[in-house]
């Protein structure tokens, strides 16, 4: 199981890309295609056409982190939007990860803290 900080965000690339790449491409994608910060400290997810394959790249003090999976039957199923990049929480990602359609999941209403008045 993946954990991490609720300080670091998790950014899905939403249209599929080749995973050969290594971690200078990837970065390089998520500057050109998502037009995020590959030094930020985020994670950013990637995944191919199959929908069998992903890949989270992150930087870590010294230097990139590449983290793969290949699942030997099935596929992830990955949410659509019309933007390059989705936000994801780390429990999102936990349920991709475990092979649950995001697209299905009822999130219900709870509490959010006000916005301050200005």
């Known amino acids: ?3 991490f900080s609720s300080a670091v965000h998790i950014h899905l690339a939403v249209e599929p890309f080749d995973l050969r790449l290594g971690f200078d491409g990837l970065a390089g994608l998520v500057q050109s295609r998502l037009e995020r910060d590959p030094l930020c400290g985020h994670l950013f ?3 191919n056409k199959a929908a069998d394959r992903l890949k989270i790249l992150y930087w870590e003090r010294y230097g990139w982190c590449l983290w793969c999976k ?3 039957q099935g596929r ?3 949410p659509t939007a019309k933007k390059a990049a989705l936000e994801l929480t780390a429990g999102q990602l936990q349920m991709l990860l475990e092979g649950i359609d995001l697209s299905r999941v009822r ?3 709870r509490y959010q803290r006000p916005a301050p008045a200005n």
């Open 76 to 78: 992830f199923h990955f």
């Open 70 to 72: 290949r699942l030997e």
């Open 1 to 3: 199981m993946l954990t």
């Open 107 to 109: 999130q219900f209403k």
């Open 45 to 47: 997810v990637f995944h």
